[in-house]
């Protein structure tokens, strides 16, 4: 599936009103090195996309490109109909947060929080008026006096989100803005930012390699791999219908393996196993393909049992992740993941059925 054909808006809605950020074949180019191969995309107004991806996949130099801090080696980017490709960082409307903070140690929060607040249109009243409200809304108005050295990271964080939406930007922009906090910390903040950004309604672009973090904020997701943009979609969409082996791999957990496709239609052949496939009913007989399981979605004991295609397997390993338990399953050459309830966990050597559900297996094709 092409970026193109998956960048459809999670809405209607988005439908019907024209884009606020339009990334038209965009490229970067260092020397001989290829960062970003024409990226297409389009952003509605209020959105919340985020770039997902591997470290050097190109998300971090597409976002420069958008802020003007690496501009574009060729392609087009517009924002709210204005062509801004190569206009200075300076004569674009947007705030952007750093994973680092980027904080001056010397000024207390009040006074990071307002730094970019002058000129006319910033009077003394005015200016004081948002930076109060700012500090209110993440949550700071208490720490207005102290000091960045004096404030927890998140708290730090939380006054680097209020300092880029000082100025009202149009379009607020994320670089891994949450990375350098621990994970409770981490989930906690990344639900205030949501919040706030749905309650102010200002577009924002995130890049992340944190797939969590990507599935919980995002109203959709652009998933990105060695410069190009392997797909666009929802969280679910990009879960459940994968566009590219690399989508189904990378995003979320899967077992991975090769088959074959069979007859009849709609059957693979993995190391001597039969499985009905519905992915498989439009591909040709005798093809190469991988195929792809996630770990909740493959049936064990008496639900396999209804399932055509079963077959016995024995569980070779545990995994206990708190709420499942993941269990690693070998029959033949073949193994699989499985997640089941702590409570029924089967025991390791232990054979029995398994199932992988028609519907469920995410088939593509294998270069051979």
């Known amino acids: 599936m092409s970026a193109q054909l998956a960048a459809a808006p999670a809405t209607d809605t988005a439908a019907a009103a024209p884009p606020y950020l339009v990334v038209e074949q965009v490229s970067k180019h260092f020397g001989t090195t290829i960062a970003l191969e024409r990226a297409s995309l389009t952003v509605a107004a209020g959105e919340f996309v985020s770039f997902l991806g ?7 130099t597409l976002l420069r490109a958008i802020a ?61 008026h948002r930076v109060a409200e700012l500090l209110g809304l993440v949550g700071l108005a208490e720490h207005a006096r102290k000091y960045p050295a004096q404030l927890s990271g998140g708290q730090q964080q939380r006054v ?7 100025a009202e930007p149009g379009l607020l922009l994320l670089d891994e803005p949450l990375s350098a906090l621990d994970a409770q910390v981490r989930q906690h903040l990344r639900q205030e930012l949501r919040a706030l950004q749905r309650r102010l309604g200002v577009t924002t672009v995130m890049v992340t390699h944190d797939q969590e973090e990507a599935m919980g904020v995002s ?31 990378f995003v979320g ?23 009905p496939c519905l992915g498989a009913r439009r ?23 209804a399932l055509e295609g079963n077959f016995a397997a024995r569980v070779m ?24 309830n702590p409570a029924v966990a089967p025991a390791i050597g232990e054979v029995l059925l398994a199932a992988l559900p028609a519907e469920r297996l995410m088939v593509f094709p294998r270069d051979v």
């Not at 705030?95 to 006074?111: K, M, R």
């Open 160 to 166: 680097a989100l209020a300092r880029a939406l000082a």
């Open 219 to 249: 109203d959709r997701i652009v998933v990105m791999s060695r410069g190009l943009i392997e797909q666009i979609g929802t969280p679910e969409t990009i879960y459940r219908h994968p566009a590219s082996a690399f989508v189904a791999g």
């Open 253 to 275: 957990h899967a077992s991975r393996f090769n088959a074959v496709v069979d007859a009849p239609p709609g059957t693979l052949v993995a190391d001597g196993l039969t499985l």
């Open 54 to 60: 591997p470290s050097g996949c190109g998300k971090t």
């Open 68 to 128: 003007g801090l690496d501009p574009a080696t060729s392609g087009r980017i517009l924002q709210d109909g204005r062509d801004i490709t190569f206009l200075p960082p300076a004569a674009r409307d947007f705030g952007i947060v750093f994973q680092s903070y980027a904080l001056f140690p010397n000024l207390t929060v009040t006074d990071n929080v307002g730094y970019g607040l002058r000129g006319r249109a910033w009077p003394a009243s005015r200016r004081t």
């Open 283 to 305: 591909m040709l007989y005798g093809a190469p393909v991988q195929a792809f399981i996630r770990p909740e979605d493959v049936a064990l004991g008496p639900t396999a049992t």
């Open 317 to 340: 390993h545990h995994e206990f992740l708190g709420p499942v338990c993941r269990v690693t399953l070998q029959a033949g050459r073949l193994q699989l993941e499985a997640d089941v």
